[in-house]
């Protein structure tokens, strides 16, 4: 069975970078900012018309504490709650990761110019919203979500 197109290059993963350098840029800047804080599982954290917030909602879970005479059916409730908070732990370490990256990468995504004007934030979130208060907003945000 032929194809009609070379299968090797349609598998290939392209990195596109749109930069934020002017109000015309907005709405594609907006919508690649959205569609990779989705695809990272952030986006409620990200939103700038959202509320939820990353280290409200994400704290690091508190490592079990052991008693020194610990009967042997404690022993192995103990060691559930070890293996629990562990996997808990490596969660909130893995999204932690990935939300302070995407406030790095939204750095890298826009002209240099306004880089002074979320320099100081770390919030992701923050940084969407001050450069859309800074003539970066020309597109209604409802019509753009439907």
Not at 84 to 95: D, I, Y
Not at 118 to 135: K, W
């Amino acid at each position: 069975m032929s194809f009609p197109y070379d299968t090797e290059r349609s598998m290939e993963v392209t990195k596109v970078s749109i930069v934020l350098k002017d109000t015309v840029d907005w709405r594609n800047w907006y919508q690649y900012q959205k569609q990779l804080a989705g695809a990272r599982g952030i986006w409620k954290y990200t939103d700038p018309d959202g509320t939820d917030e990353f280290y409200m909602a994400n704290k690091e879970p508190s490592e079990p504490s052991l008693e020194n005479d610990l009967e042997e059916k404690e022993r192995e409730v103990y060691k559930e709650a070890m293996a629990l908070w562990e996997k808990r732990l490596a969660n909130f370490k893995t999204l932690k990761k990935v939300y302070e990256g995407f406030s790095l990468q939204i750095l890298g995504t826009i002209a240099t110019e306004h880089l002074f004007m979320i320099i100081s934030e770390i919030s992701p979130r923050r940084r969407i919203q001050i450069l859309r208060c800074h003539g970066h907003r020309q597109v209604d945000y409802n019509v753009m979500d439907q």
